[in-house]
């Protein structure tokens, strides 16, 4: 595993597998299938569709309890080297509890700068996390962050961790000849 921290953005590449990334998108194709109506639209996310948003997701806790194993174990060891560079971490008692896997098709996502804890019900997120579950070609789909000046280019396996809060403005720039894979969740404060 590469591991590089910059700007409170750890980027850990080749945390999964090629195996398993190929593992979960096919699980994922499978479940949607199978369940078509267990697909979340996101461009019903907000009122209007205003924020242009275009995905397809699962929340995949209760129905994909394999790709939640595989993710699970590699985020643990993902999350364990960030703490250890931003050690005061260590005295947050949080945990990541969702497993969102992902499908952006070509022209999709979700590109308005925004940070994961930007309203009451999100309050409570601490980090994000992120694997990119196949490669996207140069120039496409990088998650970009605002004040960083940081573009991480998606790469099958590699996992991106991130503060939730509003020091870390990020999007997803464009795909354009293909679809993008990711699973993301966060880590959120518990009692």
Known sequence: MNINHKDFIGTYENALSKENCDFIIQDFKK?????????TNAKDQFDDNKMNRMDYSIYA????????????????KCVHFY????????QVNARSEVVKIQRT????????????????????????????????????????????????KPKAGTCVIWPAQFTH?????????CDKYIATGWYTYID
């Open 31 to 39: 479940h949607v299938a199978n369940n078509p109506s267990s697909i």
């Open 61 to 76: 806790e209760h129905c994909m309890p394999d790709v939640c194993n595989i993710i699970n174990n590699t985020l643990d």
């Open 83 to 90: 703490t250890e560079e931003f050690f005061s971490l260590k």
């Open 105 to 152: 098709p070509p022209r999709g996502g979700f590109h308005p700068w925004h940070s994961e804890a930007t309203c009451r019900k999100n309050m409570n997120r601490v980090l994000t996390w992120m694997f990119y579950l196949n490669d996207i070609p140069e120039g496409e789909g990088e998650t970009e962050f605002l004040w960083q000046g940081i573009r991480v």
């Open 169 to 177: 403005p990020h999007r997803g720039n464009p795909v354009y000849s």
